[in-house]
């Protein structure tokens, strides 16, 4: 595609619920990271996935988040049984080796 | 640790003034910097980076970023501010523990730009 696309762009949840947020990186690009953005905060690194070498898992937060790429290009990242603290905008970016990120517009996640 | 410090929260410039913000970074080895826009209710748009080479970068939209390496900085510039400048800005470092030219971004916190006309 031309960009990264996530979805949904928008999700509202109810504590205790599982969700997925999914991500399209841009055609050919090896590499796919997730972030999180709170409101008032920096991004926040979650997981990064490097063509077939094992991910990169040192920034999630606790077990209950999760992600796979199936196939080095969609990927989806799982969050299990929500809290209000989950509530975020959850980035996803791609890019080919050594060069820039390129960003989706992300996915609002609101858990209530 | 590697990080980013971006030490304003926010800076204010009124139009056609010059614009710094500000970017320190601490990295083991050559640091790859980067920086990003974010328009409201926007993803991150890529500006510029410096991997190797001119200190001085040039990117998109007028906006250019000097590299100091024994001041450890990178600080975002441009001559003349206009009001659709106005975004939130983020610097940031890869992360060197896959080896320069793979892995992560370490992003600072951001800094809210501001021009008034």
């Known amino acids: 595609g031309a960009g990264v696309s996530q979805s949904p762009s928008n999700k509202v949840t109810e504590k205790g619920k599982d969700v997925e947020l999914r991500c399209d990186p841009i055609?050919?690009?090896?590499?796919l990271y997730w972030y999180r953005q709170s409101l008032g905060q920096g991004l926040e690194f979650l997981i990064y996935?490097?063509?077939?070498?094992?991910?990169?898992k040192s920034g999630l937060p606790s077990d209950r988040f999760s992600a796979e790429r199936t196939g080095g290009s969609v990927s989806t990242l799982t969050i299990q049984r929500t809290q209000q603290e989950d509530s975020a905008v959850y980035l996803c970016?791609?890019?080919?080796?050594?060069?820039?990120?390129?960003f989706g517009s992300g996915t609002q996640l609101s858990v209530l | 640790a590697q990080s980013v410090a971006q030490p304003e929260d926010q800076v204010n410039v009124a139009e056609g003034n010059p614009l710094t913000v500000k970017c320190t970074y601490s990295?083991?080895?050559?640091?790859?910097l980067f920086w990003y826009v974010q328009y409201p209710n926007r993803g991150l748009q890529f500006l510029l980076k410096?991997?190797?080479?001119?200190?001085l970068v040039k990117g998109s939209y007028g906006f250019e970023a000097e590299f100091n390496k024994s001041q450890t900085s990178f600080h975002l510039k441009k001559p003349s501010a206009l009001v659709s400048d106005s975004a939130l800005y983020f610097c940031?470092?890869?992360?060197?523990?896959?080896?320069?030219?793979?892995?992560?971004?370490?992003f600072g916190k951001g800094t809210k730009l501001s021009v008034k006309p």
């Open positions: 970016a791609s890019s080919s080796q050594g060069a820039e990120l390129f």
């Open positions: 996935f490097q063509g077939n070498s094992a991910p990169d």
């Open positions: 055609s050919g690009h090896t590499a």
């Open positions: 990295v083991s080895g050559n640091p790859y």
């Open positions: 940031a470092v890869r992360d060197n523990r896959y080896g320069g030219s793979q892995g992560n971004l370490i």
């Open positions: 410096y991997i190797t080479g001119d200190n």
